[in-house]
């Protein structure tokens, strides 16, 4: 019975662990699908706007006036031809008055929230588009520039039914939930066969835990293969839609001249017409008119499919000849290929999560937790992590817009510009968080961990329900200021719950862990909020965020132990002399300028120079979110393992020094190869170096003797600072080598080097002093 | 992203202008917003008595007069005038006066003997009489000589004048926001010159632009001279001039021929000199414009017509001009109907800007060895591909 009763727990909170991890994923993979096909779409509207919006800016170039424009709905018109979809094609001039549709002159005015989106994303992008939940229908803003870079004159706007575009994503989803409910349900099968095989085992539990882990892995990749191909097939049938919409507007912009009376032999220059169509739409190889009977190369290619022509009045013919690029097709499919496992791999890492959490609450049983000795993973362990998780979730939410929300409101901020305005909130949220650190380090002995806890966790809740109301930028920056001062009150909290632990090897092992749990959450935080961002806008995703924040309020009163909720560090006898200020004490300020500060700030490598580096290649934010995966997943699953192995081999000095070099290591080698691929092995070697560096350093400032006198906590909060400050100056010190191009970073790693053995020198000269006056 | 749900309650729309919308599917009033035009009424008991003037018959002059018309009947002023005689490119005007000289509309009467015509020869001072006289409430003038003969101080009979090229220029309007006159009130393009040598001069990047005008204050209001020399100046390039003396009886055939010939010789003279020639209002029939049209023609020359897409088709390389008279004519209507109503002719706004329309010859160009780019063909409005009248 006791035995039966064990299996369907086991079975149960296995269960529990596939379901959530499988929700998750395929909330995250519908959600990506629907956000990709959305762009799909709009990007085949726009390839129809952008042709009739540069018809227009030809007109108006020959002096036709936008607000007078004769017989505009004939190219407006053309593009509700093209695309039946499309409920309503409009122009509006740049002051939001709506002049024409696809029947002529038309009325209205675009709202003071979409001339806001058109005045801030047409600045830097050749479109945009908004869901109006009121109307129920998707609009794309093209810009209608009479001057190649110049001001708009105004704007074509294309109106379709939401119903119309999301019809595809709504069939992708059922046919996905179908499918994984399927495979979760052979899921549901093996690990119940695995329970009763775990329960005639003598490490039956361990054997458990792992065996769902890979079950549920398993389910998670068999969905993600079914994921994939179901982007694979989207994204060919979403070429094939643009490449007859692109055919249909030539076909009719050809024949229509035909109509009248125009001869082929009098289209001049169409080639250069043809390349201009040919640049928009990237999977073209080519465009060409075949005037029946040329020896042109370009229309000699066997790869071209043709569309037949109407013949001219002097009986000539032609046919229109695309050519996809089976190079670039390959590319993308590649691409949906890695996102498809950066969506798994993220996905992995919350199941990982989750079975921590679900594993040792399903281990708690008071009889364990009293035998269980300190040889046994503490529960502050699991605790620290998964709180760190939830808390870095919720935050990081808004982690891909937040700098955009001062951009949607209708005043501006202090007399900033734009860009200055938008720079606010992180600065605000940084400063307070600093301030925040020192004060929360400093409390944290008199009033212990938990009071901290619950005063972070409260006011981050607290912050992200303001933000989601914020009805000025003032309230906005306000909001963030607040999330500054919880966030890091809550994570010195945590700090201060892993001091608890009276094991050193315990809390060294507890500090990479709960890094990890704290990637895990950045990176499933920020997918999740970026997809929900798509769907939502921004402002609800704070309410989204806040919830998930409350949960940590929940789980501090209801997951943590409370044996845990009432530990406090213990303090040594050498704690109750009276203190000295922490900054006087030179060996812990040489610790921050030699090592945390430096490796701090080269590790901006990957969040300031790596978008910057990659953007100049010409690539998009896909190929920045894998560096930040590679990151995250370097903390997820190597970080404990490598500080274990450091741990056991190394002193904490020689750890720090070793990460501090590999960091050094990894700017020198793209300082000197400059690549992509260089760029991508230093995110990796960073991630190693900090995954293990990072508590590594927290370790070896709880062990210098001011920490003896302030407590671990507190000198750990001066340590978190001073890896602030390193985050500051970070991004001056690559955007001040940047003159020297790539090799400036290599400059960088060369300086961090000669840090690393100043470092080592003086650790070795203390030590020795140390023991000689032992 | 979603649209905010808060921004629908802001009040950030914006009301279009009510002028626009009264003026119909083409054209744009002046800056100002313009009021509502007034209910149609009788002068007391009687109905308002009409007058026209031209300075000879023309193809602007008659469409004009036809929008002006149809636009009266868009607002009620007379009714059902479907069965006007008109047709597309028509330049006479006597035969729809007649026409609307027969009606018996309720509240304005075309007056039979007041539709004046040949001014362009004929003395003014028997109509000055008439109007002095008060016989008529209010003249449409078409042209810049009628204008100038008629929008003087010798009468305070509401003189509307329409179709002059530049009536500041040509002396008898103030400026564009001014008519200098209560009485007087004059339809101003002012920049029309402008926007199309600036555009002839970017497509062809000519160094030296011929043009053939009369050389009186006339002539060269007619011509726009005036501005053409402000836009030579700016873009540097400079002007090949041959003056032309304007017919004083366009029904004498004599007279006509000696101008058609004095034409020849003008622009025979400056196709040897210019790279490009801006083809002036002139007082051309059309049947006998494409002779005129081959000189430049067999010289390769390119050609820019000032008048419209009507040249173009007789054998102009390109022209970007008003689409239909459609939108002057509501304009013209609500002036006229505003006047009725009360109002001074000095107050209302002058300047309407015609809607522009791009027109190319491709026979034109493939004979002076021109390529049309394609994406200028797209933008065209009208494309004619045959030189009408050329006879091969």
């Known amino acids: ?774 | 992203m979603r649209m905010d749900r808060r921004d629908f309650v802001r009040r950030a729309a914006l009301l279009p202008i009510l002028g626009s919308s009264l003026l119909g599917a083409s054209g744009t009033a002046s800056i100002a917003a313009t009021p509502a035009f007034p209910v149609p009424r009788r002068n007391g008991n009687r109905r308002w008595r009409i007058g026209y003037a031209e300075g000879l018959s023309f193809i602007n002059f008659a469409g004009t007069l036809e929008g002006i018309v149809r636009g009266l009947d868009r607002q009620g002023w007379i009714s059902d005038t479907s069965g006007m005689p008109y047709v597309d490119g028509q330049s006479d005007t006597k035969a729809m006066w007649d026409w609307l000289a027969a009606r018996d509309d309720q509240y304005v009467e075309f007056v039979p003997d007041a539709h004046f015509g040949g001014l362009s020869s004929a003395p003014a001072e028997p109509i000055v009489e008439q109007l002095r006289a008060g016989d008529l409430d209010l003249m449409i003038v078409m042209g810049t000589v009628a204008g100038q003969k008629l929008a003087t101080d010798a009468h305070t009979t509401p003189t509307l004048v329409f179709s002059a090229t530049n009536p500041v220029t040509a002396g008898f309007a103030k400026s564009e926001s001014d008519s200098g006159r209560d009485h007087v009130w004059a339809h101003m393009d002012l920049s029309r010159t402008t926007r199309q040598l600036r555009l002839f001069y970017e497509t062809f990047r000519f160094k030296k632009l011929g043009v053939v005008y009369e050389d009186t204050a006339g002539g060269r209001g007619v011509a726009s001279i005036g501005q053409v020399e402000e836009v030579a100046e700016r873009l540097g390039f400079t002007l090949v001039r041959r003056f032309v003396d304007r017919p004083t009886n366009t029904r004498d055939p004599e007279i006509m021929e000696r101008y058609y010939a004095e034409l020849s010789r003008a622009w025979t003279e400056i196709a040897g000199e210019a790279d490009a020639v801006y083809v002036t209002f002139g007082q051309w029939t059309p049947d006998r414009f494409p002779a005129l049209a081959r000189i430049l023609i067999d010289r390769r020359v390119p050609t820019f017509s000032q008048s419209g897409p009507e040249e173009v088709e007789r054998g102009v390389l390109m022209s970007i001009a008003r689409a239909d008279f459609r939108g002057i004519g509501n304009f013209g209507a609500t002036t006229v109907a505003r006047v009725l109503g009360g109002a001074k002719p000095r107050g209302l706004p002058q300047v309407y800007f015609d809607t522009p329309t791009i027109a190319w010859n491709l026979e034109v160009a493939q004979r002076i060895g021109f390529q049309v780019p394609f994406n200028a063909l797209l933008a065209a409005d009208n494309i004619y591909t045959k030189i009408t009248g050329f006879g091969g």
Request: glycine share 10%; net charge positive.
């Open chain 1, 1 to 774: 019975m006791r035995q039966g009763n064990k299996v369907g727990s086991s079975v149960l909170l296995s269960v529990v662990l596939l379901v959530l991890a499988i929700g998750f994923s395929t909330a995250i993979s519908i959600g990506s699908f629907r956000q990709n096909h959305t762009a799909s779409v709009m990007t085949s509207f726009a390839v129809a706007g952008g042709k009739a919006a540069r018809n227009i800016e030809q007109a108006l170039r020959y002096g036709k006036p936008l607000d007078d424009f004769h017989g505009i709905e004939r190219f407006l018109g053309q593009v509700k031809a093209s695309l039946p979809e499309v409920d309503r094609v409009m122009v509006a001039l740049a002051d939001g008055r709506v002049m024409y549709d696809e029947n002529g002159r038309a009325t209205g005015a675009l709202s003071a929230a979409e001339q806001r989106q058109i005045r801030r994303d047409l600045a830097a992008k050749p479109q945009t588009f908004a869901y109006d939940d009121t109307s129920g229908t998707y609009r794309l803003f093209l810009p209608i520039r009479p001057e190649a870079g110049g001001p708009a004159a105004g704007t074509l706007v294309i109106v379709a039914k939401g119903t119309a575009v999301k019809e595809y994503a709504q069939a992708f989803s059922e046919s996905l939930i179908q499918q994984v409910g399927v495979i979760a349900l052979a899921g549901a099968v093996a690990l119940l066969a695995l329970a009763m095989i775990s329960a005639s085992r003598p490490d039956g539990a361990r054997f458990q835990r792992t065996g769902a882990l890979v079950v549920i892995g398993l389910v998670q990749i068999a969905a993600g293969i079914y994921s994939y191909g179901s982007f694979r097939d989207a994204y060919i049938e979403s070429t094939q839609r643009t490449t007859a919409i692109v055919s249909r507007i030539l076909q009719s912009d050809i024949e229509g001249l035909l109509q009248r009376g125009v001869r082929y032999d009098q289209l001049h220059g169409i080639e250069t017409y043809l390349a201009g169509v040919q640049g928009s739409v990237p999977h073209f190889r080519s465009i060409v008119l075949d005037r029946g009977g040329q020896a042109r190369p370009a229309a000699q290619d066997p790869g071209l499919t043709r569309y037949p022509l109407a013949a001219d009045g002097a009986g000539a013919s032609a046919s229109l000849g695309i050519a996809v690029s089976e190079e670039y097709v390959e590319r993308r499919l590649r691409d949906i290929l890695l996102d498809s496992g950066a969506i798994l791999l993220t996905s992995l890492m919350f199941m990982f999560e989750m079975s921590l959490l679900l594993n040792r609450r399903g281990q708690q049983r008071p009889e364990e937790s009293a035998a269980a000795s300190e040889k046994d993973r503490a529960p502050q362990r699991i605790c620290s992590r998964f709180l760190a998780f939830l808390m870095y979730f919720g935050l990081f939410m808004s982690a891909s817009f937040v700098p955009l929300v001062m951009g949607t409101f209708d005043e501006g901020f202090l007399g900033l510009t734009g860009s200055q305005a938008a720079a606010i909130p992180i600065s605000v949220e940084m400063a307070f968080g600093s301030l925040a650190i020192l004060v929360a380090g400093s409390l944290i002995r008199r009033f212990g961990w938990l009071s901290i806890a619950y005063f972070g966790a409260a006011t981050i809740v607290l912050a992200a329900a303001a933000a989601w109301l914020s009805p000025s930028p003032l309230a906005f920056v306000a909001a963030r200021a607040l999330t500054g001062v919880g966030s890091m009150c809550l994570l010195v909290s945590i700090y201060g719950m892993i001091d608890t632990i009276r094991s050193q090897e315990q809390r060294d092992a507890a500090l990479p862990e709960m890094l990890a749990g704290m990637y895990a959450g950045v990176n499933c935080g920020a997918i999740t909020g970026a997809l929900l961002a798509s769907q939502l806008g921004y402002q609800p995703v704070f309410l989204v965020a806040a919830a998930v924040l409350a949960l940590t309020l929940a789980y501090i009163r209801l997951g943590v132990p409370t044996e845990v909720r009432a530990a406090r560090a213990e303090i040594k006898a050498a704690e109750a002399v009276p203190k000295r200020w922490g900054l006087g004490d030179l060996s812990v300020v040489g610790f921050f300028l030699l090592i945390s500060i430096p490796t701090s700030a080269a590790a901006m490598f990957l969040p300031y120079f790596f978008p910057v580096f990659a953007a100049s290649l010409g690539e998009g934010s896909n190929v920045i979110g894998r560096a930040f995966l590679i990151n995250g997943l370097c903390f997820v699953f190597l970080g404990p393992w490598l500080a274990a192995k450091a741990r056991k081999h190394l002193s904490p000095h020689w750890t720090v020094a070793v990460s501090a070099g590999i960091l050094a290591l990894a700017l020198v080698l793209f300082g000197w190869q400059g690549t992509l691929v260089a760029a991508f092995l230093a995110v990796l070697l960073i991630g190693i170096a900090d995954s293990f560096g990072s508590p590594a350093q927290s370790s070896f400032v709880a062990s210098l003797p001011i920490a003896r006198r302030l407590g671990r906590a507190t000198v750990q909060a001066y340590q978190l600072n001073a890896r602030k400050v390193g985050q500051v100056v970070g991004p001056l010190l690559f955007s001040g080598v940047a003159a020297m191009g790539v090799a400036g970073v290599g400059v960088l790693g060369m300086a961090l080097a000669v840090l690393m053995v100043v470092f080592v020198l003086s650790a070795a000269i203390l030590l020795k002093r140390t023991l000689a006056t032992a």
